[in-house]
């Protein structure tokens, strides 16, 4: 048994990890701040599912509060961190750019410090698919280009890679960065498309259709991601020791840092995702055109080959059985 703590614990991602952690008998620390970015109701819905479990410990405040932070490292005596608490949205970084310097920058920088004091074993830490920005190079890869961020929200996840770097240079701290690929399923954010669309087409509203459809996504099912989490998180980054600066391998380095993408390394136009949720709810839906929204990238896909071949990782879950699964989750906790 481990324990281990999980920032972010009340967060779609991050309740799914800490349930499938205790699952197997670890000890977790459930750290959020329970913030209103989406509706809080779900949030403590999630959290009373995790209080369940007698090795599940939970703590509300910000990891911008470093004292309340330190007192939680130094009393649960973790040893490994996976820092899942971010603000999330590329669309939201338009309206409040500081919540995103605040949250994703300076709370990093709280948890890298922590992890530094406390010889944390392993860091694991959540980037995105969206620091691939003005890449146009399909499927991507960790070594492509990272250097053009297309939104505020990309550019701090891009930050958060080369701070665990800096770290991991000077302090050995095992650390290692998932670039989720668009994430979905129960349990999952108010505030993403599969829900917006859901609550239009049962009420019979027009879903907002941003960029005339023309978007690709590589989804992502929730129980495929928690696989890759936990087989990552066992396995403490390493450093390459082949590693060559005149050749240099973006998804590694030297020192004891590694990058992977964590997606179903499948490219989906956006119109078929809804064409099977239609089928999932017995409804059609009804459609309005917009132009494309500033800081969205046009297409999403996962070269996921990297973390196939260090973790015999394969995502299992099929569009059609993953959004039949979300619309069951959806009617029973909504009861419609």
Request: glycine share 6%.
């Amino acid at each position: 048994m481990k324990n281990i703590i999980v920032t972010g614990s009340a967060g779609f991602i991050g309740y799914s990890v800490c349930n499938k952690l205790l699952q197997r008998g670890d000890k977790v620390i459930g750290l959020d701040n329970h913030n209103d970015y989406y509706d809080p109701k779900i949030k403590d819905a999630r959290v009373k599912k995790l209080n369940e479990y007698v090795n599940y410990q939970h703590y509300k405040f910000d990891l911008n509060d470093k004292n309340k932070l330190d007192s939680l490292f130094k009393s649960s005596s973790p040893q490994m961190v996976v820092n899942l608490a971010a603000q999330a949205g590329v669309r939201y970084s338009l309206k409040d750019p500081l919540a995103y310097i605040n949250s994703n920058i300076v709370g990093f920088a709280h948890i890298l410090e922590n992890c530094r004091e406390h010889r944390i074993k392993h860091l694991v830490y959540a980037s995105t698919s969206s620091v691939y920005g003005a890449n146009t190079k399909k499927p991507y890869s960790e070594n492509d280009s990272t250097n053009h961020p297309l939104s505020l929200y990309a550019a701090t996840k891009k930050s958060n890679e080369l701070m665990a770097h800096s770290y991991s240079h000077l302090y050995k701290l095992p650390t290692t960065g998932l670039r989720f690929f668009t994430v979905y399923g129960p349990w999952g954010r108010p505030d993403m498309a599969l829900f917006k669309f859901t609550r239009a087409i049962l009420s019979e509203d027009y879903i907002e259709i941003f960029n005339h459809g023309n978007h690709t996504r590589d989804f992502t099912y929730i129980d495929d991601i928690v696989e890759g989490v936990l087989k990552v998180l066992d396995n403490p980054a390493e450093p390459n020791l082949s590693w060559n600066s005149n050749m240099p391998n973006a998804a590694s380095s030297k020192d004891p840092w590694s990058i992977y993408n964590i997606g179903n390394n499948k490219s989906v136009k956006l119109m078929e995702y809804i064409s099977a949720l239609e089928k999932a709810l017995g409804k059609k839906a009804k459609f309005k055109f917009l132009p494309l929204q500033k800081g969205d990238v046009l297409d999403t896909y996962a070269d996921i080959d990297n973390l196939k071949y260090k973790f015999n990782y394969q995502p299992q879950t099929s569009i059609i059985k993953g959004i039949n699964q979300f619309v069951k989750w959806y009617r029973e906790y909504y009861n419609v």
